[in-house]
């Protein structure tokens, strides 16, 4: 079974600072992993996601996440935020073998203060 | 392309009531999703079709039915309403298994 830990409820960041959100996972098998944003009164987004390769994986909106295997983390960084990026950020995992079994965090709110 | 519609947007049902959520696509996306969001949480799977004809549960599948008659429709019938269901329900699609999910806006119900 797979499990998602997203650390921070919530993180007040003001504008234009650097932001990192924390995912662990555990799992017993291969997985692929994802951060995915959701906007006020919206559906889900996806910002970025690793399946192999490369351990930093760049996404959308100057957004980027490094996998650490040794450490199960997958943690969203950004090196400076914008008001509009005040969101709710979720992290998931999916093992190799099934679709169905993907598995969300609980869920990061990030506010920005001017 | 509108991506993935779903109606309705609202919906307040009595306990033991009935009704289907809708779901459309129109990216020719073979696979579909249906998912619940509770306060506070992330999503849960309730199913999940991978093509016309084919569905399967997820991981919260108890109180609920789908059908895929065709690649662009994936339907959520609720048959006796509870008010553990009282949720926000997304709609996606993506074109494989690990393709991006296309998300829809949701539909808030509330059971009371």
């Known amino acids: 079974a797979q499990s998602v830990t997203q650390l921070d409820s919530q993180v007040p960041v003001f504008e234009e600072a650097p932001v990192e959100l924390r995912c662990n996972y555990s799992?017993?098998?291969?997985?692929?992993l994802f951060w995915y944003v959701q906007y006020p009164n919206q559906g889900l987004q996806l910002l970025l996601k690793y399946l192999s390769g490369s351990t930093l994986v760049k996404g959308i909106n100057g957004f980027e996440a490094e996998f650490n295997k040794s450490q199960t983390s997958f943690h969203l960084r950004k090196p400076s935020v914008h008001i509009s990026d005040t969101a709710e950020y979720f992290c998931a995992v999916r093992p190799y073998s099934s679709a169905s079994k993907i598995i969300f965090g609980s869920g990061t709110r990030l506010s920005i203060r001017p | 392309n509108a991506g993935v519609t779903q109606t309705p947007k609202f919906r307040i049902l009595k306990i033991g009531q009935s009704m289907t959520l809708q779901c459309t696509q129109d990216m020719n996306h073979n696979y579909m999703y249906w998912y619940r969001q509770d306060p506070g949480m992330g999503l849960k799977l309730i199913y999940y079709?991978?093509?016309?004809?084919?569905?399967d549960k997820g991981e919260v599948p108890n109180g609920y039915n789908v059908s895929r008659s065709t690649t662009e429709d994936f339907p959520l019938r609720l048959e006796l309403a509870a008010p553990s269901q009282t949720s926000v329900y997304f709609c996606?699609?993506?074109?494989?298994?690990?393709?991006?999910?296309?998300f829809g806006p949701g539909t808030r119900l509330t059971v009371t």
């Open positions: 079709s991978v093509g016309a004809g084919i569905t």
């Open positions: 799992s017993s098998v291969s997985v692929y």
């Open positions: 996606a699609s993506s074109y494989d298994d690990i393709g991006e999910q296309y």
